[in-house]
């Protein structure tokens, strides 16, 4: 299929591409168009306008301050695979990089894009909320902050208003006690998933605390998993798998039993991995 018409704009600035967003309220951004692409052929989206923010500098850096990596909108996943700063400071992304898609989507997929459509199968929505991030919004009143846990709203929702676009991510940057643990289970390799866990503890004696565990593939977003949390946090594996209250739906991939059942799997898995080195 082809897309219904729209006009196309390449903004040069921020201030720019929201001024935009302002005058045109069914418009979309182009990053990386990894998934707006395919929307738009589908025409499942039909905007009028077309921004294209690839031009405006500085939304491409990774950076540490003050204990956090701030990561750019505009950071390639292939770039974010392949950073060292990544891999020492975020070792949960890192763990997740190779995961999404194949290649040549890496090449041109931005972190930015991929959480901003908050894809309730996609790895990095959830690896954020594992995190404990935040994101950095920027509208005609300026820059806010939006935590995380309060950023996914619904299926393909966020806390975005009409007239705002991300434009970084903030997360802590990992310590010596920090321990993570990715997996996920799809038909293939780069397949969105039909279950998946990204998760974040800190090491704390013989045990583990600040444990959070983010679902994604078996809701309309990441979910929590705070009752196994708890569990996880005492040490108990068998009464986090039990304390799972997860509600997935059927759909295409798997039933709601499946994707349930294929939860607990993981989350064994991911416990395993949380534990390793404490």
């Known amino acids: 299929m082809k897309p219904a018409p729209f006009a196309y704009k390449r903004a040069r600035s921020l201030d720019e ?13 182009l990053a990386g168009g990894q998934s707006l692409i395919a929307t738009l052929n589908m025409r499942l989206s039909a905007p009028t306008l077309l921004i294209d923010i690839n031009g405006i500098a500085g939304l491409d850096r990774i950076t540490r301050n003050n204990g956090s990596v701030e990561i750019g909108a505009l950071v ?8 060292a700063d990544i891999a020492r400071h975020v070792p949960l992304i890192a763990r997740a990089m190779p995961t999404i898609g194949h290649p040549a989507i890496r090449n041109r997929g931005t972190l930015g894009g991929s959480i901003a459509f908050a894809d309730p199968a996609a790895e990095l929505p959830a690896c954020l909320l594992a995190l404990g991030g ?4 920027t509208g005609p009143n300026g820059k806010r902050v939006i935590k995380a ?3 996914f709203t619904g299926l393909f929702e966020t806390a975005l208003a009409p007239d705002e676009l991300l434009t970084a991510i903030r997360v802590p940057a990992a310590t010596a ?8 289970l799809a038909r293939r390799h780069g397949d969105y998933a039909i279950a998946g866990l990204a998760a974040t503890a800190r090491a704390d004696g013989k045990g583990l605390s600040d444990v959070r ?4 593939g078996v809701g309309a977003t990441p979910l929590r998993a705070n009752t196994s949390e708890a569990a996880l946090a005492h040490g108990d ?3 986090a798998v039990a304390a799972l209250d997860l509600e997935p739906h059927d759909d295409v991939q798997a039933t709601a039993a499946t994707k349930k059942h294929l939860a607990g799997v993981l989350l064994r898995r991911v416990a395993a991995q949380l534990m390793e080195a404490r």
Do not use: K
Request: negative net charge.
């Open 177 to 184: 006690q920090t321990r993570t643990g990715f997996a996920e």
């Open 237 to 239: 594996i068998d009464g």
């Open 213 to 216: 565990l983010a679902f994604f």
């Open 17 to 29: 591409a929201v001024a935009l967003l302002g005058e045109h309220r069914d418009a979309r951004l």
């Open 76 to 83: 390639r996943h292939a770039q974010a695979e392949r950073s």
């Open 134 to 137: 935040e994101v950095e919004a």
């Open 149 to 151: 846990d309060d950023f």
